[in-house]
T-cell receptor, first 111, second 112 residues
Framework: QKEVEQNSGPLSVPEGAIASLNCTYSDRGSQSFFWYRQYSGKSPELIMSIYSNGDKEDGRFTAQLNKASQYVSLLIRDSQPSDSATYLCAGGFTGRRALTFGSGTRLQVQP | NAGVTQTPKFRILKIGQSMTLQCAQDMNHNYMYWYRQDPGMGLKLIYYSVGAGITDKGEVPNGYNVSRSTTEDFPLRLELAAPSQTSVYFC???????????FGNGTRLTVT
Protein backbone atom coordinates (compact mmCIF):
# COMPACT_ATOMS: atom_id res chain seq x y z
CA GLN A 1 0.00 0.00 0.00
CA LYS A 2 1.33 3.42 -0.96
CA GLU A 3 1.72 5.79 1.95
CA VAL A 4 -0.14 8.63 0.25
CA GLU A 5 -2.78 7.58 -2.24
CA GLN A 6 -4.70 9.58 -4.80
CA ASN A 7 -7.07 8.57 -7.57
CA SER A 8 -5.20 9.27 -10.80
CA GLY A 9 -8.33 10.45 -12.59
CA PRO A 10 -9.01 12.18 -14.80
CA LEU A 11 -11.68 13.90 -12.77
CA SER A 12 -13.88 15.81 -15.15
CA VAL A 13 -16.16 18.60 -13.92
CA PRO A 14 -18.12 21.29 -15.78
CA GLU A 15 -17.09 24.91 -15.49
CA GLY A 16 -18.56 26.53 -12.39
CA ALA A 17 -18.94 23.25 -10.49
CA ILE A 18 -17.15 22.17 -7.32
CA ALA A 19 -14.19 19.86 -7.88
CA SER A 20 -13.42 17.50 -5.00
CA LEU A 21 -9.99 15.94 -4.84
CA ASN A 22 -9.20 13.32 -2.23
CA CYS A 23 -6.09 11.86 -0.67
CA THR A 24 -5.68 9.09 1.91
CA TYR A 25 -2.60 8.21 3.88
CA SER A 26 -1.40 5.29 5.95
CA ASP A 27 0.98 6.83 8.51
CA ARG A 28 -0.69 7.97 11.72
CA GLY A 29 2.31 10.11 12.62
CA SER A 30 1.18 12.87 10.31
CA GLN A 31 2.29 16.41 10.91
CA SER A 32 1.38 18.44 7.88
CA PHE A 33 -0.24 18.21 4.47
CA PHE A 34 0.17 20.20 1.31
CA TRP A 35 -1.67 20.49 -1.98
CA TYR A 36 0.30 21.35 -5.10
CA ARG A 37 -0.95 22.15 -8.58
CA GLN A 38 1.15 21.13 -11.57
CA TYR A 39 0.40 22.27 -15.08
CA SER A 40 1.72 20.11 -17.89
CA GLY A 41 5.42 20.77 -18.44
CA LYS A 42 5.69 22.99 -15.36
CA SER A 43 6.90 22.58 -11.80
CA PRO A 44 4.54 21.98 -8.86
CA GLU A 45 3.25 25.11 -7.16
CA LEU A 46 1.89 25.24 -3.63
CA ILE A 47 -1.83 25.86 -3.26
CA MET A 48 -2.60 25.06 0.36
CA SER A 49 -0.96 23.91 3.57
CA ILE A 50 -2.97 22.33 6.39
CA TYR A 51 -1.70 21.23 9.76
CA SER A 52 -4.71 20.56 12.00
CA ASN A 53 -8.06 18.84 11.74
CA GLY A 54 -10.84 20.78 10.09
CA ASP A 55 -11.19 23.09 7.14
CA LYS A 56 -8.92 25.79 5.83
CA GLU A 57 -10.18 28.18 3.18
CA ASP A 58 -8.22 30.37 0.78
CA GLY A 59 -10.25 32.02 -1.96
CA ARG A 60 -11.90 29.33 -4.10
CA PHE A 61 -9.88 26.59 -2.40
CA THR A 62 -10.76 24.69 0.78
CA ALA A 63 -8.51 22.03 2.28
CA GLN A 64 -9.99 19.55 4.73
CA LEU A 65 -8.00 17.32 7.07
CA ASN A 66 -9.34 14.42 9.13
CA LYS A 67 -6.50 12.73 11.00
CA ALA A 68 -8.74 10.11 12.63
CA SER A 69 -9.92 8.89 9.22
CA GLN A 70 -6.55 9.59 7.60
CA TYR A 71 -7.74 11.62 4.67
CA VAL A 72 -7.19 15.07 3.31
CA SER A 73 -9.20 16.69 0.56
CA LEU A 74 -9.15 19.78 -1.62
CA LEU A 75 -12.34 21.47 -2.81
CA ILE A 76 -12.21 23.92 -5.69
CA ARG A 77 -15.32 26.06 -5.95
CA ASP A 78 -16.48 27.69 -9.18
CA SER A 79 -14.03 25.57 -11.18
CA GLN A 80 -12.48 27.26 -14.21
CA PRO A 81 -10.83 25.74 -17.29
CA SER A 82 -7.59 27.28 -15.98
CA ASP A 83 -7.85 24.93 -12.99
CA SER A 84 -7.24 21.99 -15.33
CA ALA A 85 -4.00 20.48 -14.04
CA THR A 86 -2.62 17.64 -11.97
CA TYR A 87 -3.07 18.08 -8.22
CA LEU A 88 -0.49 16.52 -5.93
CA CYS A 89 -1.12 15.71 -2.29
CA ALA A 90 1.95 15.59 -0.02
CA GLY A 91 2.27 14.62 3.62
CA GLY A 92 4.92 15.34 6.21
CA PHE A 93 5.26 12.51 8.69
CA THR A 94 7.02 12.25 12.03
CA GLY A 95 10.67 11.30 11.72
CA ARG A 96 10.88 11.84 7.98
CA ARG A 97 12.81 14.69 6.50
CA ALA A 98 11.17 14.46 3.07
CA LEU A 99 7.54 14.93 2.12
CA THR A 100 5.71 11.88 0.82
CA PHE A 101 3.87 12.63 -2.41
CA GLY A 102 0.86 10.96 -3.92
CA SER A 103 0.94 10.21 -7.63
CA GLY A 104 -1.50 13.04 -8.38
CA THR A 105 -5.04 13.46 -9.68
CA ARG A 106 -5.60 14.98 -13.10
CA LEU A 107 -8.47 17.47 -13.12
CA GLN A 108 -10.22 18.51 -16.31
CA VAL A 109 -12.66 21.43 -16.17
CA GLN A 110 -14.92 21.40 -19.20
CA PRO A 111 -16.00 24.82 -20.56
CA ASN B 1 13.94 36.80 -4.32
CA ALA B 2 14.74 34.39 -7.12
CA GLY B 3 13.63 31.37 -5.03
CA VAL B 4 15.00 28.07 -6.36
CA THR B 5 17.05 28.37 -9.55
CA GLN B 6 17.92 25.37 -11.70
CA THR B 7 20.30 25.25 -14.64
CA PRO B 8 20.27 24.21 -17.39
CA LYS B 9 16.62 24.15 -18.47
CA PHE B 10 17.22 21.52 -21.14
CA ARG B 11 20.04 19.14 -21.92
CA ILE B 12 20.67 16.26 -24.28
CA LEU B 13 23.33 13.77 -23.26
CA LYS B 14 24.80 10.81 -25.04
CA ILE B 15 24.93 7.47 -23.25
CA GLY B 16 27.96 7.33 -20.98
CA GLN B 17 28.42 11.09 -20.68
CA SER B 18 28.37 12.88 -17.34
CA MET B 19 26.89 16.15 -16.24
CA THR B 20 25.98 18.23 -13.22
CA LEU B 21 22.56 19.75 -12.70
CA GLN B 22 22.83 22.95 -10.74
CA CYS B 23 20.44 24.10 -8.04
CA ALA B 24 20.66 27.23 -5.93
CA GLN B 25 18.23 28.80 -3.47
CA ASP B 26 18.34 32.24 -1.89
CA MET B 27 15.78 31.68 0.87
CA ASN B 28 18.30 30.40 3.44
CA HIS B 29 16.46 27.08 3.55
CA ASN B 30 18.11 24.26 5.45
CA TYR B 31 16.51 21.40 3.53
CA MET B 32 17.06 20.77 -0.17
CA TYR B 33 15.81 17.94 -2.39
CA TRP B 34 16.20 16.44 -5.83
CA TYR B 35 13.24 14.73 -7.52
CA ARG B 36 12.77 13.19 -10.90
CA GLN B 37 9.48 12.96 -12.73
CA ASP B 38 8.99 10.65 -15.66
CA PRO B 39 6.22 11.45 -18.19
CA GLY B 40 2.77 11.00 -16.68
CA MET B 41 4.21 9.83 -13.39
CA GLY B 42 4.63 11.18 -9.88
CA LEU B 43 7.69 12.62 -8.19
CA LYS B 44 10.45 10.29 -7.06
CA LEU B 45 12.98 11.44 -4.48
CA ILE B 46 16.61 10.99 -5.54
CA TYR B 47 18.63 12.64 -2.75
CA TYR B 48 18.08 15.20 -0.06
CA SER B 49 20.07 17.31 2.37
CA VAL B 50 19.12 18.78 5.73
CA GLY B 51 22.10 21.11 5.90
CA ALA B 52 25.55 21.86 4.57
CA GLY B 53 27.71 18.75 4.67
CA ILE B 54 24.74 16.39 5.22
CA THR B 55 23.17 14.35 2.43
CA ASP B 56 20.99 11.26 2.33
CA LYS B 57 19.57 8.90 -0.26
CA GLY B 58 15.98 8.96 -1.39
CA GLU B 59 14.11 6.16 -3.12
CA VAL B 60 15.99 6.23 -6.47
CA PRO B 61 19.63 7.27 -5.80
CA ASN B 62 21.44 4.83 -8.13
CA GLY B 63 23.38 6.58 -10.88
CA TYR B 64 23.43 9.93 -9.09
CA ASN B 65 25.60 11.76 -6.60
CA VAL B 66 25.14 14.96 -4.63
CA SER B 67 27.13 17.30 -2.44
CA ARG B 68 26.13 20.18 -0.18
CA SER B 69 29.08 22.38 0.59
CA THR B 70 27.01 25.53 1.17
CA THR B 71 23.47 26.26 2.36
CA GLU B 72 22.61 27.77 -1.02
CA ASP B 73 23.79 25.12 -3.49
CA PHE B 74 22.85 21.48 -4.02
CA PRO B 75 24.22 20.12 -7.31
CA LEU B 76 23.20 16.72 -8.68
CA ARG B 77 25.83 14.77 -10.57
CA LEU B 78 24.98 12.13 -13.19
CA GLU B 79 27.81 9.75 -13.95
CA LEU B 80 27.68 7.50 -17.03
CA ALA B 81 24.29 8.67 -18.26
CA ALA B 82 21.81 5.98 -19.29
CA PRO B 83 18.53 6.24 -21.26
CA SER B 84 16.67 5.35 -18.04
CA GLN B 85 17.77 8.73 -16.67
CA THR B 86 15.75 10.58 -19.29
CA SER B 87 13.37 12.58 -17.13
CA VAL B 88 12.51 16.00 -15.75
CA TYR B 89 14.52 16.84 -12.66
CA PHE B 90 13.18 19.17 -10.00
CA CYS B 91 15.15 20.73 -7.19
CA UNK B 92 13.20 21.92 -4.16
CA UNK B 93 13.90 23.47 -0.80
CA UNK B 94 12.14 24.23 2.45
CA UNK B 95 12.89 25.76 5.81
CA UNK B 96 12.18 22.86 8.19
CA UNK B 97 10.16 19.68 8.72
CA UNK B 98 6.66 21.22 8.68
CA UNK B 99 7.34 23.75 5.97
CA UNK B 100 6.10 23.49 2.39
CA UNK B 101 8.45 22.75 -0.48
CA UNK B 102 9.42 25.40 -3.00
CA PHE B 103 10.28 23.99 -6.42
CA GLY B 104 12.61 25.17 -9.12
CA ASN B 105 11.46 25.26 -12.75
CA GLY B 106 13.05 21.94 -13.59
CA THR B 107 15.67 20.56 -15.97
CA ARG B 108 14.48 18.43 -18.87
CA LEU B 109 17.15 15.81 -19.60
CA THR B 110 17.24 13.45 -22.55
CA VAL B 111 19.80 10.66 -22.77
CA THR B 112 20.18 9.10 -26.22
Amino acid sequence: QKEVEQNSGPLSVPEGAIASLNCTYSDRGSQSFFWYRQYSGKSPELIMSIYSNGDKEDGRFTAQLNKASQYVSLLIRDSQPSDSATYLCAGGFTGRRALTFGSGTRLQVQP
Amino acid sequence: NAGVTQTPKFRILKIGQSMTLQCAQDMNHNYMYWYRQDPGMGLKLIYYSVGAGITDKGEVPNGYNVSRSTTEDFPLRLELAAPSQTSVYFCASRWEDDSPLHFGNGTRLTVT
